[in-house]
């Protein structure tokens, strides 16, 4: 192919180029294909070129880097999907209304209400072999030793898949929603077998379907799903990771129903809440990087 002096030579005018805006960039088809040189006509950017190579063009992306360093193009998933966000800001927003109004009802009490009557009365035996001892099983996924582990195993996987956003909304979306499951506890001051077994909201059932949640979320953009389909997925995670967990915490005598109810709807608001300021806080740190 000739040269850009050359060309300038034979065909009587001066070649120019054309930088492509920079929202017409498609990953994978580098430098080169965002620059138009155009043989023939006036030269409308006011320069000359004597030649024209993949240098010329700086393309900024928020892909990170592959394993040799060099810039992807690929964009940085959100761990909120923006096809569920409208339908899941409103699903927290009434959640934190049930948990607010739960709180208020059951404020300082230290024994079931009507509901918690209707449904079983909680006892240390509410179930026997084998059921007991899945009941415990799901208990031991609440505790200290058991969540740990669920925590740690969910941010490596999202660290070996290149994921570092979605580590990080796991560790502050559980973090967070525990963390508000043990202050509402001390601020209702409900009860259960005890002044010292603060029960509203159940953190067990908290903690669960927090995590079930953030793993549909990242699933849900992973897979590309739609508003539909990624409503149902989020919403069916949360449904059955609370109702297992519940059903246990019932069982085994260490909560109320409405406790249950209320540990569930304290995950449902706390996490879509997280994961749109997890989005929020790490594009506006790019940003200022830039």
Known sequence: MPSARAMTRLTGSVPHRVTAPAESYKPGAGARGAVV???????????ALDGLNGADLEVNTAGPPDRGGRVTGRPV???????????????????ALVVVVLGVLYAGHDEPGMADRWIIRPTADSVGPPW?????????????????????????????????RAAMFVVAGVGITVGS??????????????????????????????????????????????????????????LVAGAAMGWAQVALGAHYPTDVLGGWCTALAVIPATAWLADRLVDAGRRVRR
């Open 37 to 47: 040189v155009a043989e023939g006509g006036s030269d409308t950017t006011g320069g």
């Open 77 to 95: 998933p959100a761990v909120l999907p923006s096809s569920l966000r409208a339908w899941l800001g409103l699903i927290a927003a009434l959640a």
């Open 132 to 164: 007991r001892r899945v009941a415990l099983a799901m208990d031991f996924l609440g505790e200290p030793a058991g969540s740990a582990t669920l925590v740690v195993a969910t941010v490596t996987g999202c660290l070996l898949l290149r994921r570092p």
């Open 181 to 238: 499951a043990t202050l509402l506890k001390s601020l209702v001051g409900r009860t259960i077998h005890g002044d010292d077994n603060l029960s509203y909201p159940s953190g067990h059932t908290a903690f669960l379907t927090a995590l079930a949640l953030v793993v549909a979320l990242l699933a849900t953009g992973r897979l590309g799903l739609g508003r539909t389909a990624g409503t149902s997925l989020v919403l069916a995670a949360a």
